[in-house]
């Protein structure tokens, strides 16, 4: 590459750095911050003694072995169960009527908020909750519900099944993404041609050539699993709760050393899930292995189809089933006069818990609006330097670019974001929207950047070379042909963006400082309340803050191409 | 990373940060009112409570309403999840030396985070007992000057009182269990029918007190700090009481309720029949709601219960302490305890001395009516006194050793 065309970025030129330093800045000044604290130094709380005592005192804990356990095997299952679901719906039902629809019925599902997912399922399988409702008295004889220990169970299933419904919509979308990049439909004909079971062909012809696209997707998932804390909040077990948790806790301990345990704890958590991402590795190495041998093989395992057909369908299913049914749940909470086991429905329906959370709600959504709407805001303007500087000097994203823009997706929030928030509190601005705005950029940023850039990077160039022969200079162009032209991705990925932010728990608590009441913060801190209808109705507010800009961004579109048919881009 | 680099990240960061109040005000004279109300026109009061009672939020944004246009003063109520994060956030920020505008401008507070707060020194005042309103309160009746036997010397004001309450379910339950052994008795012929929220919950801490207190032959002991008594062989019995009522617990005590909420949620759905309460109106205003069925009553132990009141405090650095006096005034109004006594409303007892009320303002407590589910004052019997703080904290770092990790 030329020195010319390097400064041919001009103005653009300095967006990757500026993005780069916005995205990994924090973390690195977070994980700092954790690092010190971890070895017992922490001078802002009068505590400088450098040693190991915060790991001995972690290490006393009673609860620390469950609690890692806990930790390690929900983010593992997670993420297996997940990645299987979508390549077993994949291979058996790809390009069918029944996967088109399934497809279009998850990919909304991505922008429910974890916390509003996790409330839903809960009272879903409780067993007070509506399954049993719906099977008592009369097909389970339960006059009252049973003592059973469903959600919250010590071994993290509830936790579990609530992650891999979650993660499903998010696997299956990079799935789709990646799926006209391999070629798949011709490589799965060749396969059936050879005499080959529709899902063996597909996983033997073109699942490692998926896999190898959303690699970094399934290690964010794993990470995510591992460390999440809202979910684990309403949906883990408590006695101990999974090690992120804990860490939680830890921090808003009156005592300030606790501080230091909690840090510590915190670098235990990310050597776990380094440890779990390698283990993964490994797995990845030895499943390609057999694998190989599986293939050469050749065995055709057409019988295969009858049962793993199915069981595509039904987890992709299951992850929609028990979305959309959760969020049901909320919403006739939202509106439930009294209640009681083993109705199925709610007595009488009510306006009244609207009335009274309604401007709570309306009031965090305000600020939750603002802070999505700058961060995204922030977050397009970085991308779209970053990637006009990109097709400046002709140069794509390399895979160590790729491995940065992923990278606050895999180091888990839990181990930073304390650090963070010390760091900020001690250079003296630790409260209000903007850090809560740049908190959130660091979350937003990657996803804008995955979902604008294939996009980008496909767009026609000739009209920009048209567009120059009549005299545009560089930036003319990119204002007033290319923005133009690409206002449908632009506005997905402002979307994709505010889903991201407002789904936003830990950011929006440690670096608010509690002054920044979010939907998903205020739906949290109910939940620890339980009061069903309040949480409905914070939990179908959230859920409308991220589907309002999903329909404008499909709306939006269609009214301004109204007499330009031919502009998109 | 290098340090420079994080360094102009944080800049940044501070850059659109939102402008800090303009002026920090001197800290006002309580006893000065008319320059108090002047200095509070305008001020933003950051209330930190506890979030997860609907009913109580609803009670702060009516007290909000109230002081805005009484005095201009706006209150934002921060719902917190645990009354600690707020502690941990002025600790924090006296170390980091924000000693003038701080996040937390009021507390809803008792017991140890109190005595922590008033140990560490980042308290403002004193002054509660200089508040125009600090006239009604019942000074001589009312555990309004001592919190948790620690005193309270002016640091906080009281704004309800609270007593623990047994709620029970009378389709379930035929009468009061009078005892803690009555209760591990039923749990045992009942088992998965009762359980209570997990601690450190500060409601689940609260029934291992008042079981302790139920359990301990002299009570005298528990009114010093823990650390002047022997401390295992004091909660011996009650380490022996749980060993045996926790198999009999709601999922055999692997699981528990996160709060008392959570708690009335379950006796809603009919997955417990049994629950404590730090209200004795909760059960008729939940009644009333809706949100519990009609036949939840209540019970108190035949020895008393643990009483309390709830306060609220200023710590040392908040920007708007002036606004802050404004709200801790305004709810020992006659006016505010009404409403917070109404059982539609709160329920929680008035800290105020009827004595100290005029005639109008007395016959307004007077037209409030128990609910369904409300024991009469004389019903309520004994109020126990609250442990020193130490002791709460000291017995729950051992619940969660024994009952937290168990799995």
């Known amino acids: 590459m030329s020195r010319r065309t390097i400064s041919g970025a001009g103005p653009f030129a300095a967006a990757p750095v500026l993005t780069v330093l916005v995205m990994l800045g924090p973390v690195a000044a977070g994980l700092a911050g954790t690092l010190l604290p971890a070895f017992g130094y922490l001078p802002a709380a009068g505590l400088d003694a450098v040693s190991l005592d915060p790991f001995r005192d972690l290490a006393d804990w009673p609860g620390l072995w469950p609690a890692m356990r806990l930790s390690v095997t929900t983010g593992l299952a997670a993420t297996l169960l997940a990645l299987g679901g979508v390549a077993l719906l994949f291979a058996g039902w790809s390009g069918t009527r029944a996967f088109r629809a399934l497809e279009r019925l998850l990919s909304p599902l991505l922008s429910v908020p974890h916390a509003a997912m996790a409330f839903g399922l809960a009272f879903l399988i409780a067993p007070s909750g509506w399954i049993a409702r719906a099977l008592s008295p009369w097909a389970t004889g339960w006059e009252r ?47 059936q041609a050879a005499g080959y079971g529709r899902v063996a062909g597909w996983l033997k012809a073109v699942f490692p050539g998926i896999y190898a696209q959303i690699r970094l997707p399934v290690y964010v998932v794993l990470a995510y699993s591992m460390s999440v804390v809202d979910v684990a ?41 380094l440890g779990a991402l390698a283990l993964w590795r490994l797995g990845e190495a030895l499943v390609a292995r057999l694998g190989l041998a599986w293939i050469e093989r050749g065995a055709r395992a057409r019988l295969a189809d009858r049962v793993l057909r199915p069981l595509g369908v039904v987890s992709g299913g299951f992850s929609a089933a028990v979305i959309l049914a959760g969020l049901a749940g909320l919403a006739v909470w939202s509106l439930a006069g009294f209640w009681s086991f083993p109705e199925p429905l709610p007595r009488g329906f009510t306006a009244q818990n609207w009335m009274r959370h309604g401007p709570g709600a309306w009031e965090a959504t305000g600020l939750t609006a603002l802070v999505a709407l700058a961060s995204v805001g922030l977050a397009l303007a970085l991308v779209v330097g970053c990637l006009e500087a990109e097709y400046r000097r002709g140069r794509a994203l390399s895979q160590a670019g790729l491995w940065l823009i992923y990278l606050p997706l895999l180091v888990p929030q839990i181990a ?87 789904g936003q728990y830990l950011p929006t608590l440690l670096v608010g400082g509690g002054r920044v009441p979010t939907l998903t913060t205020e739906a949290v801190a109910l939940a620890s309340g339980g009061d069903r209808r309040a949480i409905g109705v914070y939990g179908v507010a959230q859920t409308l803050a991220v589907m309002v800009p999903f329909a404008a961004a499909l709306m939006l579109p269609a009214l301004i191409y109204r007499n330009r048919r031919g502009l998109h881009g | 990373m290098t340090p420079f680099q994080t360094a102009r990240t944080l800049a940044l960061a501070a850059s659109l940060a939102l402008p800090a109040p303009l002026a920090l005000a001197q800290a006002p004279d309580p006893a000065d009112w008319a320059q108090v109300t002047e200095a509070a026109e305008g001020q933003t009061v950051y209330w930190h409570a506890w979030g997860g009672d609907t009913a109580t939020n609803d009670f702060i944004s009516w007290v909000g309403d109230r002081v805005m246009a009484e005095h201009g003063v706006t209150l934002e109520h921060v719902k917190l999840s645990d009354t600690g994060d707020a502690v941990t956030r002025v600790l924090s920020e006296k170390q980091a030396g924000e000693d003038a505008d701080g996040a937390v401008d009021l507390i809803w507070i008792n017991g140890p985070n109190f005595a922590a707060m008033k140990d560490a020194g980042i308290l403002f005042g004193p002054f509660a007992e200089d508040l125009p309103n600090w006239q009604y309160v019942d ?28 709620m029970y379910d ?16 039923w749990a045992a012929n009942n088992p998965g029918r009762f359980t209570y929220p997990q601690p450190p919950d500060f409601l689940g801490a609260t029934f291992l007190k ?76 939940n009644i009333a709601q809706f949100k519990l069925p009609e036949t939840i009553r209540t019970f108190v132990l035949e020895d008393g219960t643990l009483g309390n009141a709830s306060f609220v405090a200023i710590p040392y650095n908040s920007g708007s302490k002036a606004g802050a006096m404004v709200v801790a005034n305004y709810l020992m109004s006659p006016e505010a305890q009404v409403r917070a006594q109404d ?57 969660i050793e024994r009952y937290g990790v168990v799995q």
Do not use: C
């Open chain 1, 416 to 502: 930073f974001l304390p650090g963070l928030q010390t760091l900020l509190l001690v250079l003296g601005f630790g409260a209000g929207p903007g850090p809560v705005i740049l908190g959130h950029l660091v979350f937003v940023l990657p996803y804008v950047f995955l979902s604008l850039g294939d996009p980008w990077r496909a767009w026609d160039g000739r009209a920009g070379t048209v567009a120059r022969a009549l005299g545009a200079g560089p930036l003319r162009v990119l204002l007033r042909v290319r923005l133009p032209m690409l206002i449908r991705p632009l506005l997905t990925a402002a979307a994709v963006g505010v889903a991201v932010s407002v």
């Open chain 1, 233 to 273: 909040l309403i949906l883990g077990p408590s006695t101990p709760p999974p090690l992120s948790v804990q860490v939680v806790r830890w921090m808003s301990d009156p005592d300030l050393s606790m501080r230091l345990v909690a840090s510590a704890a915190a670098l235990l958590q990310l050597a776990l899930v």
């Open chain 2, 210 to 285: 008042q079981t302790l207190i139920e359990l301990v032959d002299d009570n005298a002991v528990l009114g010093a700090p823990v650390d002047e008594a022997d401390f295992q062989a004091v909660t011996a019995p009650l380490w022996d009481y749980l060993d045996a009522l926790t198999p009999n617990l709601w999922r055999q005590g692997r699981a528990y309720p996160a709060s008392g909420p959570a708690q009335i949620q379950l006796l809603a759905d009919d997955e417990i029949d049994l629950a404590i309460s730090f209200n004795p109106n909760e059960a008729s205003r």
């Open chain 1, 145 to 191: 519900p049973p003592d059973l220990l469903i959600v919250q169970d010590p071994w993290g299933i509830a936790l579990t099944m609530g992650l891999v419904a979650k993660e499903m919509p998010f696997l299956l979308l990079m799935a789709l993404a990646a799926l006209g990049q391999t070629d798949a439909r011709r490589r799965l004909r060749v396969a």
């Open chain 2, 343 to 399: 059982p539609e409303v709160l329920g929680y007892n008035t800290v105020l001395d009827m004595q100290a009320l005029s005639d109008e303002q007395r016959a307004a407590f007077d037209a409030l009516e128990l609910g369904v589910a409300t024991l009469s004052p004389a019903e309520l019997g004994r109020v126990q006194p609250e442990p020193h703080p130490s002791w709460m904290t000291r017995v729950t770092e051992e619940w």
């Open chain 2, 139 to 166: 000074v001589d009746g009312k555990t309004v000057q001592t919190d948790f036997t620690v005193p309270t010397e002016g640091l906080e004001a009281p704004w309800a009182m609270a007593q623990v309450v047994f």
């Open chain 2, 170 to 185: 009378t389709a379930d339950i035929e009468g009061p269990l009078p005892s803690a052994e009555a209760i591990r008795d």
